[in-house]
C-alpha cells in the first residue's frame, strides 16, 4: 500500500511546524525519516496516524484521497503508530491490550485471542506473556506488543516513533529484523521516526530529512553519514568542549545500598562520584538507575547501606536537609516535577533563596529574577506566570533554580525530548557547574548522550551495578549490550 | 444454633444491600476516571425522593424508578460540570453533598414517620429450602437478589467483555483509550449515568425496603462516605468491594451485639464504623501493603496485591482532552 | 488586549453573575412552592428574621446574624490556610465540636476570675481543635489517609464523643445538653440590645488579619501557595510540604476550636449535640466561593450567615424546615461554580501558550502519559 502526503500544514500557535511537506512512500520499503527533536517528524506522523488534523494538505492511499481525524479512522484505512511511549494501558494485561480495540463482538472469544496472539509473537519473534499486567513490561516489550496489536488490526502502513530510544541492543536487533521481515515478506511500508543516523543507515532504505518543520531532502541508501548530517543541521554542531577531567575529594559515597520496587531490587550498590566528575547512570528503563537517584538525594528511603555526602551520613534524612547539605536535583526535567504553574518567575526564585526572611522581600526576589532571566536569556519577566512561559524556557528557569555551584548535581533525563540546540545549551550549564568543582551524576535513556557527556559510565540491568571500565572510548553500540545484560568483556556477538 | 447463625447472617445480607449497591455503583463511576463525591447527600435524597413518590403512587416500584432517576441526575451534573464546564468534580461533589441532603430534609418535611409501600420479602421456590444457605440468601426483598445479580453482572462486564475493557481503559489511561476508537466523553457519560443511578436505587431501598419510611434527619445519614470508603477498600475491583461493605456491615452487627451484652455505652457503638474506615484505610493506603511486598516472595506478592493492595485508577478526577 | 474587549468581559462577567442568582433565586422559589409554602411569605419571614423591619434594623435579630457570622469567619480564616495548601478540610465541623468540648471541659471543670477563665476556655478550645484536625493531617501525611475521607470519619467521632459526653458524664438527666455553664465562664454581650460579644468580634477581626497578612506576605504562605497548586513540584523546590500540612491543618483547627469555644461560650451557654449547627461546612462553600481572594470572605459570609439567622424564624412562623438556609445557600455556590464555568466557555478556552517545537510537543504527551 502506497501512502502519499501533499502539501500539508499544521501549526501550534506561532510555531509552523509542518511547512508544505510533501512525501511519498511506497509498500514494500522501509524508511527513514530523520531530523533533530522538533524538527516536525513527530507532528507529521501524528497527522498521518489520526492523532492531528493537519491545517491543511491532502493524504492520499494508493492514489486516493483520504480523510480521517482519528486514530480509529487511521487504522481503517491502515495507517498505525507505535508512539515512542507506547499507547497501552497499564493495569491491563498483555492479552486485554491485544483485544482492546479489535474488531470483536461484546464478548470476544478469549481463547480464539490467545491463540492469534501466540500465532503472531511466534511469527515476529516476541515473547511476550499473555496475562503478565502491561505495566509490569520494560519499554522494548511495550513496543512488540503495541506492534502485534496494530498487524492483527491489518494495519499495511507501521509508523515507529522514536523506538530505539531506551531498549538494549538485543531488542533493538529483534526489533529491526522483524521490521525488515515484514517490508520484505508481507509488504508493509514502515515509516521509521528516529534522529539517530546510525539507526537510520542501517535500517532503512530510504531518508527523508526534516529541519525546523520543512522537509529539507529525501535520499536512497546508501547515503554517506556526511550527506544526513549536513541535511539535518544545516551544519554540523560539535559537543561543548570537554577538558579532562581532574576529580576532586569524594562528594558522593554510596555504600551497599539496598533498595527495591516492584520492578526490580537492587543489592549491596556501590557508588562513588567526586567533585569535578560527571558520572553516568546508564540502564534500561527500571533497572534500578532511579531507585540510586531518588536515594541520593532524600527522596526515597533506603532499605539498607548508608548514603555519605561530603563524608557525612545522610541515609534517611529528608530531602531538604539534602538540599542544604549542596546537594541539587532535577526531575526528568519536567513542569510537573520542578516547576509550580500559578506562582510567578519571581516566586520562584523567592522559595528558593536562603537569603529571603520570614517576610518576603519582594523588591529583593525580584531584584534576583531579573538578574537570572537576563543571565539565562529566559524570555518572561518576573511577574510572569511559569506556566505562561514555552517549554524551552521552563527548562531555562528550571536550569537557573539549580545554585551557581552545588557539590553535588542530581539530573534525571537532563535532556528528555528538547531539541539539539536546548539540549546543547543545557550541558554547557551542567558542565560549567562541573568546571566549578561540581559532582554531576545523571541518568539518560540516550546512549550518545551518556558516551559524549560522562566521565565515568555506570551500567544498571536487573539491579546489578557495573562500572564501564574505559567510559571514554566506550562506543554507543557496546554500552547498547551492556545495558540489555551483557557482562562488560563479554563478546558483543549474538 | 444452626438457624440462628443463619438468620443473623440473614439480616447482614439485607443490611448490607444498600451499601453493596451504592458501592458497586460507585466503582463504576470511579472505574471510568470520575469520583461522585455527592454520595452521602444522593443516598438520602434518593431514599425521600423514593418515598415520596411510592407513598403518593402507591406503588413501590415507581418509588424505585424515582429514586434512580434523583441519583443519575446527580451524578450527570457532577460529570457535565466537569467535562463541559471545566469545574472540578470534587469542589460539585462536595457541594452537592451537602446540597442533596438538604434538599432531602426540606422537600421530604411533610412525609415523616408515616408508613409506606415496601418491597415484600419473596422467598425463592426451593432455593429458599436448602439448609443455611437458604436462610442466608433466598429469603430476602427483590432488591437484595437485585444486588447478588448487579455484582455478578458488574464483574463479569468488566471482566469479560469489549465494554469492559473500554470501561477500565478510559479510567486508567483515556488517550490509549482514544487511539483505540474509544469515545472518552460518551463512555464517561454512560457509566457515571449507570452508576449515578445505582446509588439512586441503593437510595430507594433504604426507604422502600431496608429501613421503610423517611425520617428526619435521615437515617441513612453517613453511610455514602461509609460507601465511598469500601471501594477504596476494595481497591476497585467488585468483588472485593462487595466483600468490604458484607464485612463493614458485619462487624457493625458483631460490635452492637457485644454492646447488648456488656456495660459498653450505647453511643459510642455508633463510634464503631468511623473507627473501621480509619483503620481499613490505612491498611490499604498507608504503604505498607507496597513495603510488604517488596520483601515477600513471588506468592505472597500475588496474593497481597490481589487482596490488600488499593491503587485508584490513574486518570481519577482528571479531564481528557484530545490533543 | 483592548480596553473596550475588557469592558466586554467585565459586563459578560457581571451578566452571567446575576444569572446564576437570579436561576439560584428562581430555583429556590419552585423547591419552596413544592412543599406548600409562598415564596414570598418566606422572604418577608427571612427579612425579619435578619432584622430589617418597616420600622427599621431590629438590632436583638440582627445581632443574632452577627452571632452567626463570626464563628463563620473563625472558620473561614483557617479554612483560607487549608485551601492555600491545596487541602479539603472536611473535618473542620469535628474540629469545631471537639473545641467545643475543650471549652465546656475547662468551664466545668476549672474555677478562675473571668479575665483569666474565659481566655483559657478559648485557648482550651483552640488546642483541641488543633489537635483534632492534627490526627487528620496525620493521617493523611504518615498514613495515605485522604483529608476527605479521615476528615469526615473525625467529625463523626468528635460528634459522637460529645453526645456521650452530654448523655453520660456531663449530662443532666435529660440528656439534651450539659447543664448551663456559671456566668463567670461565658462570653458577655455588648448590651442588651446588641447581643454579640465584643471579645469574640475583636479577637475574629485580629485573626482574620493576622492569618491574610501570614498568607500575603510571609515565606510561609508562598509556601502554601506553592504546594497547594503542586505537591510535588513544591517538594522539589525544597519545601517542607508535610510540615506545612500539619501546620496548615492545625492552624485551621485552631480557628475551628475557637469558632467552636463561640458557640458554647456566647450562643449557647453549655455543650449540645452538634454544637457546629453546620457552620464549619458552610465555611467551606463560602472558602468554595472567594479561593484564595481573602478580602471576598467577609462578605460573602457575613451573606451567608445572614441566610442562617433569618432562616431561623421559618420553624415557628411558617412551620417550615431550617434545612431551607443550606438548599439556598448550596444552591447559590452550585450555581455560581456551574456560571464559572460558562463564562469560562463564553471566553473561549485560552489558547495554549505558543509552544517552542522543543519541549512542548513530549511535555503534551508527558501531560498526558502523567
Redesign the interface.
Known amino acids: 500500500m502506497s501512502v502519499e502526503v501533499r502539501h500539508i500544514h499544521k501549526t501550534f500557535g506561532a510555531v509552523h511546524a509542518n511547512d508544505d511537506i510533501s512525501l511519498t512512500f511506497a509498500d514494500g520499503r522501509i524508511y527513514g525519516i530523520l531530523g533533530e527533536n522538533g524538527a516536525g517528524k513527530s507532528t507529521l506522523m501524528k497527522i498521518l496516524s489520526g492523532f492531528y488534523l493537519a491545517d491543511s494538505g491532502q493524504i492520499l492511499i494508493d492514489g486516493r484521497l483520504v480523510h480521517y481525524d482519528t486514530p480509529r479512522g487511521a487504522i481503517e484505512v491502515g495507517i498505525g503508530m507505535l508512539a515512542q511511549d507506547p499507547l497501552d494501558v497499564g493495569p491491563l494485561t498483555v492479552l486485554e491490550n491485544f483485544v482492546y480495540g479489535q474488531p470483536v463482538g461484546p464478548l470476544p472469544d478469549w481463547q480464539a485471542a490467545r491463540r492469534r496472539f501466540a500465532e503472531l509473537a511466534e511469527r515476529l519473534g516476541f515473547r511476550l506473556e499473555p496475562d503478565m499486567p502491561v505495566e509490569r513490561l520494560s519499554i522494548g516489550q511495550r513496543q512488540e506488543l503495541e506492534i502485534i496489536r496494530l498487524l492483527a488490526l491489518g494495519v499495511r502502513v507501521l509508523i515507529l516513533d522514536e523506538p530505539t530510544t531506551g531498549i538494549s541492543a538485543e531488542q533493538k536487533s529483534v526489533l529491526f529484523a522483524s521490521l525488515q521481515r515484514l517490508a520484505r515478506e508481507d509488504g508493509l511500508t514502515i515509516l521509521f521516526v528516529s534522529h539517530k543516523l546510525e539507526d537510520v543507515l542501517e535500517l532503512c532504505d530510504e531518508v527523508a530529512v526534516l529541519r525546523l518543520g520543512r522537509l529539507v531532502g529525501t535520499a536512497v541508501m546508501p547515503v554517506t553519514t556526511g550527506e544526513l548530517v549536513a541535511m539535518m543541521f544545516g551544519q554540523a554542531l560539535a559537543p561543548p568542549s570537554r577538558r579532562a577531567a581532574t576529580p576532586g575529594d569524594t562528594v558522593l559515597e554510596v555504600q551497599d545500598l539496598f533498595m527495591a520496587s516492584e520492578r526490580v531490587v537492587m543489592r549491596d550498590c556501590q557508588v562513588c562520584v567526586r567533585a569535578g566528575e560527571v558520572v553516568g547512570l546508564a540502564g534500561l528503563d527500571g533497572s534500578g538507575q532511579q531507585l540510586l537517584t531518588r536515594a541520593c538525594v532524600g527522596l526515597a528511603r533506603p532499605l539498607g547501606g548508608r548514603v555519605l555526602i561530603n563524608g557525612v551520613d545522610m541515609t534517611g534524612r529528608p530531602y531538604r536537609d539534602f538540599l542544604a547539605a549542596g546537594v541539587s536535583f532535577g526531575a526528568a526535567g519536567r513542569l510537573e516535577e520542578g516547576l509550580v504553574a500559578g506562582l510567578t518567575l519571581a516566586e520562584h526564585f523567592i522559595l528558593t533563596d536562603a537569603g529571603q526572611g520570614w517576610w518576603i522581600d519582594r523588591e529583593r526576589g525580584r531584584q534576583i529574577a531579573e538578574e537570572r532571566i537576563a543571565h539565562y536569556r529566559i524570555m518572561g519577566r518576573p511577574d510572569s506566570p511559569i506556566e505562561t512561559l514555552s517549554g524551552g524556557n521552563q527548562q531555562r528557569v528550571l536550569m537557573a533554580l539549580i545554585p551557581p555551584a552545588p557539590r553535588l548535581l542530581v539530573l534525571e533525563h537532563p535532556t528528555r525530548g528538547l531539541d539539539v540546540e536546548s539540549a546543547r545549551w543545557i550541558w554547557e550549564q551542567i558542565l560549567a557547574r562541573c568546571a566549578a568543582g561540581t559532582a554531576v551524576m545523571f541518568t539518560s535513556a540516550d546512549l550518545d548522550e551518556l558516551v559524549t557527556y560522562s566521565d565515568r559510565i555506570l551500567v544498571f540491568y536487573a539491579g546489578q551495578v557495573t562500572e564501564v571500565p574505559d567510559a571514554r572510548s566506550v562506543t554507543v553500540d557496546e554500552l547498547g549490550h551492556l545495558i540489555g545484560g551483557q557482562r562488560v568483556g563479554e563478546e558483543a556477538g549474538r | 444454633m444452626d438457624s440462628e447463625l443463619a438468620r443473623v447472617l440473614g439480616s447482614v445480607v439485607a443490611n448490607a444491600t444498600p451499601l453493596v449497591i451504592a458501592s458497586l455503583g460507585e466503582t463504576i463511576t470511579e472505574r471510568v476516571g470520575v469520583i461522585n463525591l455527592s454520595l452521602d447527600g444522593s443516598l438520602q435524597l434518593a431514599a425521600m425522593v423514593a418515598f415520596v413518590t411510592a407513598y403518593a403512587s402507591g406503588n413501590a416500584m415507581l418509588g424505585l424508578a424515582a429514586g434512580l432517576i434523583a441519583g443519575l441526575l446527580v451524578a450527570l451534573l457532577i460529570l457535565f460540570s466537569n467535562i463541559a464546564l471545566r469545574q472540578d468534580q470534587v469542589a460539585v461533589g462536595f457541594v452537592l453533598t451537602l446540597l442533596a441532603a438538604d434538599l432531602a430534609q426540606f422537600l421530604g418535611q411533610n412525609y415523616t414517620r408515616i408508613p409506606g409501600p415496601t418491597f415484600p420479602t419473596i422467598p425463592i421456590p426451593l432455593l429458599r429450602d436448602i439448609p443455611f444457605l437458604g436462610t442466608v440468601f433466598f429469603n430476602h426483598n427483590a432488591l437484595v437478589y437485585f444486588s447478588f445479580i448487579l455484582l455478578a453482572a458488574t464483574w463479569f462486564v468488566m471482566y469479560r467483555t469489549r465494554w469492559g475493557l473500554a470501561l477500565r481503559a478510559v479510567g486508567e489511561r483515556p488517550a490509549a483509550a482514544f487511539a483505540r476508537g474509544t469515545n472518552v466523553t460518551r463512555t464517561r457519560y454512560l457509566y457515571t449515568a449507570i452508576g449515578g443511578a445505582l446509588v439512586g436505587v441503593a437510595g430507594a431501598s433504604y426507604s422502600l425496603a431496608i429501613k421503610a419510611g423517611w425520617a428526619n434527619p435521615a437515617v441513612m445519614r453517613g453511610d455514602g462516605w461509609i460507601a465511598l470508603a469500601i471501594v477504596i477498600f476494595g481497591g476497585w475491583h467488585p468483588l472485593r468491594v462487595a466483600f468490604g461493605a458484607y464485612l463493614f456491615t458485619g462487624l457493625r452487627a458483631l460490635a452492637s451485639t457485644i454492646q447488648q451484652t456488656t456495660e459498653f455505652p450505647l453511643v459510642l457503638v455508633n463510634a464503631v464504623p468511623w473507627v473501621l474506615m480509619i483503620l481499613t484505610l490505612l491498611l490499604v493506603s498507608s504503604g505498607l501493603v507496597e513495603r510488604l511486598m517488596l520483601l515477600s516472595p513471588p506468592w505472597a506478592q500475588r496474593l497481597l496485591r490481589n487482596f490488600l493492595r488499593s491503587a485508584p485508577p490513574v486518570a481519577l478526577g482528571t479531564q481528557f482532552t484530545r490533543e | 488586549m483592548t480596553r473596550s474587549s475588557l469592558l466586554g468581559q467585565r459586563a459578560l462577567a457581571l451578566g452571567i453573575g446575576m444569572a446564576s442568582i437570579a436561576v439560584s433565586l428562581l430555583l429556590t422559589a419552585l423547591?419552596i412552592l413544592?412543599?406548600?409554602a409562598s415564596p414570598l411569605e418566606v422572604f418577608n419571614k427571612v427579612t425579619e428574621g435578619i432584622g430589617l423591619t418597616p420600622t427599621g434594623l431590629d438590632m436583638v435579630r440582627f445581632s443574632g446574624v452577627v452571632n452567626f457570622w463570626i464563628p463563620l469567619m473563625f472558620v473561614c480564616t483557617g479554612l483560607l490556610v487549608t485551601f492555600t495548601a491545596g487541602l479539603?478540610n472536611?473535618g473542620v465541623e469535628g474540629q469545631m465540636m471537639f473545641g467545643a468540648v475543650c471549652a465546656t471541659w475547662v468551664a466545668q471543670e476549672v474555677f478562675l476570675p473571668t479575665v483569666v477563665q474565659v481566655p483559657l476556655e478559648m485557648l482550651a478550645a483552640a488546642l483541641g481543635g488543633a489537635f483534632w484536625a492534627a490526627l487528620t493531617g496525620l493521617?493523611k501525611t504518615?498514613?495515605?489517609?485522604?483529608e476527605?475521607?479521615?476528615g469526615?470519619?473525625?467529625n463523626?467521632?468528635a460528634n459522637?464523643?460529645s453526645?456521650?459526653l452530654i448523655?453520660?458524664p456531663w449530662g443532666n438527666q435529660g440528656g439534651q445538653a450539659t447543664p448551663p455553664f456559671r456566668q463567670e465562664t461565658l462570653l458577655l454581650p455588648m448590651s442588651s440590645e446588641f447581643r454579640v460579644s465584643a471579645v469574640a468580634l475583636i479577637l475574629m477581626a485580629v485573626v482574620f488579619g493576622g492569618i491574610f497578612l501570614a498568607l500575603s506576605?510571609?515565606?510561609?504562605g508562598?509556601?502554601l501557595?506553592?504546594q497547594?497548586?503542586?505537591q510535588?513540584?513544591?517538594?522539589?523546590?525544597?519545601?517542607?510540604v508535610e510540615r506545612n500540612v500539619l501546620l496548615a491543618m492545625a492552624l485551621c483547627g485552631f480557628m475551628a476550636g475557637l469558632a467552636g469555644s463561640v458557640r458554647v461560650l456566647f450562643t449557647y451557654g453549655n455543650l449540645r449535640p452538634l454544637v457546629s449547627g453546620g457552620i464549619g461546612?458552610l465555611g467551606?462553600?463560602v472558602v468554595?466561593l472567594t479561593g484564595t481572594r481573602a478580602l471576598w470572605a467577609p462578605p460573602i459570609a457575613f451573606f451567608f450567615a445572614a441566610i442562617l439567622g433569618g432562616s431561623t424564624r421559618l420553624k415557628i412562623a411558617l412551620q417550615?424546615?431550617q434545612?431551607?438556609a443550606?438548599?439556598v445557600q448550596?444552591?447559590l455556590?452550585?450555581m455560581v461554580?456551574?456560571a464559572?464555568?460558562?463564562r469560562?466557555?463564553l471566553r473561549g478556552?485560552h489558547?495554549?501558550?505558543?509552544?517552542?517545537?522543543?519541549?512542548?510537543?513530549?511535555?503534551?504527551?508527558?501531560?498526558?502519559?502523567?
Open positions: 423547591i413544592a412543599v406548600g479539603w472536611i493521617l504518615r498514613g495515605g489517609v485522604h476527605i475521607f479521615g469526615v470519619a473525625m463523626n467521632l459522637i464523643f453526645i456521650y448523655s453520660g506576605g510571609t515565606r510561609w508562598l509556601e501557595k506553592a497547594g497548586h503542586s510535588r513540584s513544591a517538594l522539589l523546590l525544597g519545601v517542607p461546612f467551606l462553600l468554595l417550615l424546615d434545612s431551607l443550606g438548599v448550596g444552591i455556590v452550585l461554580i456551574l464559572n464555568g460558562v469560562g466557555r478556552r489558547p495554549a501558550q505558543a509552544p517552542e517545537p522543543s519541549a512542548s510537543l513530549e511535555a503534551e504527551e508527558a501531560a498526558i502519559h502523567g
